[in-house]
């Protein structure tokens, strides 16, 4: 097991992910949030996740779950659960004034060399660290929901954070078992985001022309699209499909491009209520708004299994 201390701030459903990632990698955890009565709830959800994950064959790490269960300890008090650690993992509300907040206690309380990282998925640092002491040590670590099962961190520094603080993350995140990627600068959607968007833009513009159902278009996806990107990515794509990426490029461009130029519309200035409603209408038969808890249940369920089978492979 490894000594090293690691301390996460807010214990909601991040901080209890980042918890039992880093729990599971042999480290001891130190959780604070400011409602003591979540505190409590989040160390027993942990355990028994753990527990289910375990019984179901799906635990990430070393040692049984009450083993890594015992690496979490919580506190009420965000100087104990800072002192001595070496790597803050903060999991706070998405609140501009909030990040700042908490970051400025944090910043007061640690020493030179730690590292501090937000969980955020939309602020950028700059915008909550500037006038920290420790600003070069501050950065974005933003994982996917649920991270237990989808491994991908976006790493993204604040201009001023230093390229050893970045390297230095990467590499613990490696050793955790996530898969980070770094991000050059700062972007508003980071790069999941950026691509995400893109995706849902065809996907409105198509069901409003009325090109195919909603069903369909969800299709698309999950058994065209997403089982191959389970594996290889959209540029690596171009480059199987034909002999190297250069010849896709010189076979395949001017078709794509064209594709592009003269059929795909602006980008969806809102997506707009009215067809929400018409998709909505939809799935009221396949996933009623009452059914959106078990939906999500039998996702993360199945995103278990894959990231399981990725591992095997
Ligand atoms: P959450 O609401 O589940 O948990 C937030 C926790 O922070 C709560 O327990 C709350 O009591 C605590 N808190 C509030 N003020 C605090 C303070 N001053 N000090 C310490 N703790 C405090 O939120 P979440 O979904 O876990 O999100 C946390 C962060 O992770 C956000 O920035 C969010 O954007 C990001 N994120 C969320 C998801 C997601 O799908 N939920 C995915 C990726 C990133």
Redesign the pocket.
Same mark, same amino acid.
């Given at each position: 097991q490894n000594t090293k201390k690691i301390s996460i701030? @807010? +214990? @909601? /459903?991040? @901080?209890q992910n980042w918890s039992m990632i880093f729990a599971g990698a042999g480290y001891n955890v130190c959780l604070?949030?400011?409602?003591p009565a979540?505190l409590e709830r989040?160390k027993s959800n942990i355990s028994s996740t753990l527990q289910r994950y375990e019984k179901d064959g799906l635990m990430r790490g070393t040692g049984t779950a009450v083993e890594q269960s015992t690496r979490v300890s919580t506190s009420t008090s965000?100087e104990e659960c800072l002192r001595s650690t070496f790597y803050v993992q903060e999991?706070? &509300?998405?609140n501009l004034e /909030?990040?700042t907040?908490?970051f400025a206690q944090i910043d007061n309380v640690i020493g030179d060399d730690v590292i501090v990282a +937000? +969980?955020? +998925?939309?602020?950028v640092a700059s915008s909550f660290t500037e006038k920290c002491n420790h600003r070069d040590h501050m950065l974005v670590a933003? &994982?996917?929901?649920p &991270?237990y099962f989808i491994p991908l961190v976006e790493m993204v520094p604040a201009p001023w954070t230093k390229p050893e603080v970045m390297a230095t993350t990467r590499t613990l995140m490696e050793e955790i078992g996530q898969s980070p990627v770094s991000l050059k600068r700062e972007c508003p959607g980071f790069a999941l985001n950026r691509l995400q968007y893109a995706c849902i833009n065809e996907a409105w513009n198509m069901y409003q022309s009325g090109l195919l159902s909603a069903e369909d278009i969800d299709k698309v996806c999950y058994d065209g699209l997403g089982p191959r990107y389970a594996f290889i990515g959209p540029l690596e794509t171009m480059h199987l499909n034909a002999d190297g990426i250069v010849d896709y490029c010189k076979r395949y461009a001017e078709g794509a491009v064209d594709v592009q130029n003269k059929t795909f519309k602006p980008i969806p200035t809102l997506y707009d209520v009215p067809t929400a409603e018409k998709i909505q209408a939809e799935y009221n038969t396949t996933i009623p708004l009452d059914k959106i808890q078990n939906k999500r249940q039998w996702r993360d369920n199945r995103l278990a299994a894959l990231a399981k089978l990725k591992k095997e492979m």
């Open positions: 701030v @807010g +214990s @909601g /459903l991040i @901080g604070f949030d400011v409602d979540q989040a965000l999991c706070v &509300p998405e /909030l990040k907040k908490v +937000s +969980s955020s +998925s939309c602020l933003h &994982p996917i929901n &991270p």
